[in-house]
């Protein structure tokens, strides 16, 4: 199995600061990595696909970027709407597996 | 616009089945493959099993092949069955669209629905 691991785990901004997550996984999934974002109560909302490409109608200041092992999540100005958790997700093998999570909180 | 909705008991005992079922609406089971993936409380996302269209699945080794999945083209919906449930099952369970069969990205996601195990 391919193990995903994000840092940090918190990560604490400003309102119109940049967030950089990162994504790490234990081998290379090529470019087979989707983003998602979950606020409390509610499902994960697929944010990136193909390590870089945006799904449909999410906002531009959500970047992703990366390919092998190492990928990044960048929000260019954080929003409020934007606190939450971060999960990456590797897609290279028909088992399906998740990162941990990186929580996105008001500084 | 596919959306999904989904139903099942949500308070079960141990060693009973969970039995949960998700509608797809605006769209085909044809058209894509379906996926149910589940989170413990307060903890991370793991990956259950997807099936198709023509009923062709696969699942997650972790749980031991407890799981059954089906669809019901007629109906426009498909289902899963976890056996011998523990409170180690007890999580929120989602349904969604999976857009490549044998490894893919989720997209849309049901609303969840929280299983809870307790004798």
């Known amino acids: 199995e391919i193990v995903m691991t994000q840092s940090p785990a918190t990560l604490s901004v400003s309102p119109g600061e940049r967030a950089t997550l990162s994504c790490r996984a234990s081998?290379?999934?090529?470019?087979?990595l989707a983003w998602y974002q979950q606020k409390p109560g509610q499902a994960p909302r697929l944010l990136i696909y193909?390590?870089?490409t945006r799904a449909t109608g999410i906002p531009a200041r959500f970047s992703g970027s990366g390919s092998g092992t190492e990928f990044t999540l960048t929000i260019s100005s954080l929003q409020s709407e934007d606190f939450a958790v971060y999960y990456c997700?590797?897609?290279?093998?028909?088992?399906?597996?998740f990162g941990p999570g990186t929580k996105v909180n008001i500084k | 616009q596919v959306q999904l909705q989904q139903w099942g008991a949500g308070l079960l005992k141990p060693s009973e089945t969970l039995a949960l079922t998700c509608i797809v609406d605006g769209g085909s089971l044809s058209d894509s493959y379906w996926a149910w993936i589940r989170q413990p409380p307060g903890k991370g996302l793991e990956w259950i099993g997807e099936?198709?269209?023509?009923?062709?699945?696969?699942?997650n080794p972790s749980l031991k092949r407890r799981v059954t999945m089906s669809v019901d083209t007629s109906k426009n919906q498909f289902s899963l069955k976890l056996t011998s449930v523990t409170a180690a099952d007890t999580a929120v369970y989602y349904c969604?669209?999976?857009?490549?069969f044998g490894g893919g990205w989720f997209d849309p996601w049901g609303p969840g629905t929280l299983v809870t195990v307790s004798s």
């Open positions: 997700q590797q897609y290279n093998n028909w088992l399906p597996f």
């Open positions: 081998q290379s999934v090529n470019n087979n």
């Open positions: 099936i198709n269209h023509s009923g062709s699945t696969n699942d």
């Open positions: 969604a669209r999976g857009l490549r």
């Open positions: 193909g390590a870089s």
